[in-house]
């Protein structure tokens, strides 16, 4: 009998130890400055969700919702023995109207709460192709194109957009189809989204400041060097309004 009394005496101390330890753990992080900090300003750093905008077959996606997890949060700034804000670590939450699996939706826009555009570029040769770096330009191929070119496609990050057709092959190196008159959802049958962007063919300075606005998707032909060096210069002059020049994955991401 005295064997279990001991046995028992131990286990209520043990969880008496492990209880006080909590509360003077919980004691000294509530009252760490780090802590309060974090208590004081997560607000600032937390966005409620937005719900995807549908009408009729098209779609404008939502943003997801930013919430600080605290104590993640505190161990992340512990370790680096100060308060600082690049080191929140978030929670997010989908929005209730989402874009996810809309894959018989037209993608009409981004998100308009911030300040991305994605810039889709039309090319057909494979040396004017090989002259653009930029990751975060999306290209327009044809399918005829893809296949004589896939060594170098699949050696590439950028996505690749192609127009909306049925019996498409290559679909591992297609990222997204694009419509231009009636969107026929054909893409759907392969899982991928659709998007409509704004096709230009010339006058490319009047028409990229007359289209400006969050969330825009705009295209350009890139036919020869001027063609590279007009896209640079507008990519500067929109870089010069604080707009982000983003891929279609990141100005579609909820």
Known sequence: MKKYLNILFTLILLIFSFYYTNIVSSYIKKNDPIMQQILENCQEFESPSIDA??????????????????NKSYKNMKRAHKYITSLYIYEQEKPTISLNNQYDKLIISGNKSTKNISILVNINDIN???KLKDNSLNLILDIN????????LTSITNNIIVLEQPNLT???????????????AYCKNYYKYTIKPILFS???????????????ILSYY?????DINNLNTIISYLKSLKYNIVSIDELIKE
Do not use: A, M
């Open 222 to 226: 890139i036919n020869d060097n001027d």
């Open 170 to 184: 290559n679909l591992n190196i297609i990222d997204y189809c694009y419509s231009i008159n009636t969107f026929k």
């Open 128 to 130: 004017i192709l090989k």
């Open 145 to 152: 194109f893809i296949n004589d070119n896939l060594d170098y």
């Open 202 to 216: 010339n006058d490319y300075f009047y028409n990229t400041y007359n289209s400006l606005e969050n969330g825009v």
């Open 53 to 70: 905008i549908i009408e009729n077959n098209t779609i404008i996606p939502g943003k997801s919702s930013r919430k600080v997890d605290i």
